[in-house]
C-alpha cells in the first residue's frame, strides 16, 4: 500500500520558518523525482511549490518560494523535505508531497499558518 505521511506544519508568525517532511511507505522515493505542491483555503488549484529530481538531486522551485524553500531528500530514509524560511501569511495552505513526472498523490498533507 502506498503512502505518503506528510508532517512538521503548525502555526508560525509572518517571518518565520518551518520543516515540513514527508515519509513515503509501499514505493521508494529513490526510484522518483518528488514534489511538493500547496493548496491555499478558498482555492481548489493546487500550486506547485517545487521538484527534486531523483539520481541527480537538481531542485527547481516556483519563483515565489524561490531564495526561500530548500527542497532536499533522505532515500535511505525513504523521505523528502522542505525547509521554508521567511513565511508570509499569504503562504498558509496544506503543503503535501507527490511522486512526480506525473504527479501522482497519496497524502493528506501538512496545515502551515503564517500569522501577520
Known amino acids: 500500500q502506498v503512502q505518503l505521511v506528510e508532517s512538521g506544519g503548525g502555526v508560525v508568525q509572518a517571518g518565520g520558518s518551518l520543516r515540513l517532511t514527508c515519509e513515503a511507505s509501499g514505493r521508494s522515493v529513490s526510484d522518483y523525482s518528488m514534489d511538493w505542491f500547496r493548496r491555499k483555503p478558498g482555492n481548489q488549484a493546487r500550486e506547485w511549490v517545487a521538484q527534486i529530481m531523483k539520481s541527480s538531486n537538481v531542485t527547481h522551485y516556483a519563483g515565489s518560494v524561490k531564495g526561500r524553500f530548500t527542497i532536499s531528500r533522505d532515500d535511505p530514509k525513504n523521505t523528502v523535505y522542505l525547509q521554508m524560511n521567511n513565511l508570509q501569511p499569504d503562504e498558509t495552505a496544506v503543503y503535501y508531497c507527490?511522486?512526480?513526472?506525473?504527479?501522482?498523490?497519496w497524502g493528506q498533507g501538512t496545515q502551515v499558518t503564517v500569522s501577520s
Open positions: 507527490c511522486f512526480a513526472l506525473p504527479p501522482d498523490c
